[in-house]
Nanobody, 113 residues
Framework: VQLQASGGGTVQAGGSLRLSCAASRRIFSTNAMGWYRQAPGSQRELVASITSIGTNYADSVKGRFTISRDNAKNTVYLQMNNLEPEDTAVYYC?????????WGQGTLVTVSS
């Protein structure tokens, strides 16, 4: 499975961005998908995940970010509102296909103060 992430860019604090991640093959609702991020000098951390049961968010983004998916398009989205400089990072998407984890190439989000 190949994942193509897009939608990153530079935005001022308080602004919004929408990230997309499209899979190269069919993804089922039972396949968990997620977004992670990695800031310079930091470890990669979970931002949000979505499964057929529901969604999960890091405390730092709750109320500001929303993860969603379109199974017909094999795509997962991350709507990011009220962005803060601390959200600056490379954002990666992933999908769990029957225990095998696949990663996208990452898309850079820069939030200026």
């Amino acid at each position: 499975v190949q994942l193509q992430a897009s939608g990153g860019g530079t935005v001022q604090a308080g602004g919004s961005l929408r990230l997309s991640c499209a899979a190269s093959r069919r993804i089922f609702s039972t396949n968990a998908m997620g977004w992670y991020r990695q800031a310079p000098g930091s470890q990669r951390e979970l931002v949000a995940s979505i499964t057929s049961i529901g969604t999960n968010y890091a405390d730092s983004v709750k109320g500001r970010f929303t993860i969603s998916r379109d199974n017909a398009k094999n795509t997962v989205y991350l709507q990011m509102n009220n962005l803060e400089p601390e959200d600056t990072a490379v954002y990666y998407c992933n999908v769990n296909v029957w225990g095998q984890i696949y990663w996208g190439q990452g898309t850079l989000v820069t939030v200026s103060s």
